[in-house]
Nanobody
Framework: VQLQAFGGGLVQFGGSLRLSCAAS????????IAWFRQAPGKEREFVAAIRWSNGGSYYAACVKARFSISRDNAKNTVYLQINSLKPEDTALYYC???????????????????WGHGTEVTVSS
């Protein structure tokens, strides 16, 4: 699976962004697609995940109120809508994919087989 993330940028505090992760190369019916982020000097952090088969979504507790993950079957694309952006959301955002992933592994970066290049989100205060 090839993943391409895009949609990042410089946004003011309180603004919104929609990140996209375009997938190609394989049918995704058994896959989980996730978003992670990594801020400078910090470890990679789970943000959200979606099961392609049924659209079930899962979030890190710290972002659940402001982030929304969704998918477009026709475009093989996963979106991450980020609202009420804060400076602490500044990070490189990555999408990742893995087949047959169990729920307890959703937040573990090493569980994912495929990664896209990150897209940078910078929030100015």
């Amino acid at each position: 699976v090839q993943l391409q993330a895009f949609g990042g940028g410089l946004v003011q505090f309180g603004g919104s962004l929609r990140l996209s992760c375009a997938a190609s190369g394989r049918a995704l019916s058994n896959y989980v697609i996730a978003w992670f982020r990594q801020a400078p000097g910090k470890e990679r952090e789970f943000v959200a995940a979606i099961r392609w088969s049924n659209g079930g979504s899962y979030y890190a507790a710290c972002v659940k109120a402001r982030f929304s993950i969704s998918r477009d079957n026709a475009k093989n694309t996963v979106y991450l809508q980020i609202n009420s952006l804060k400076p602490e959301d500044t990070a490189l955002y990555y999408c990742a994919a893995a087949p047959h992933l169990i729920y307890s592994s959703f937040g573990v970066p090493s569980s994912y087989d495929f990664w896209g290049h990150g897209t940078e989100v910078t929030v100015s205060s």
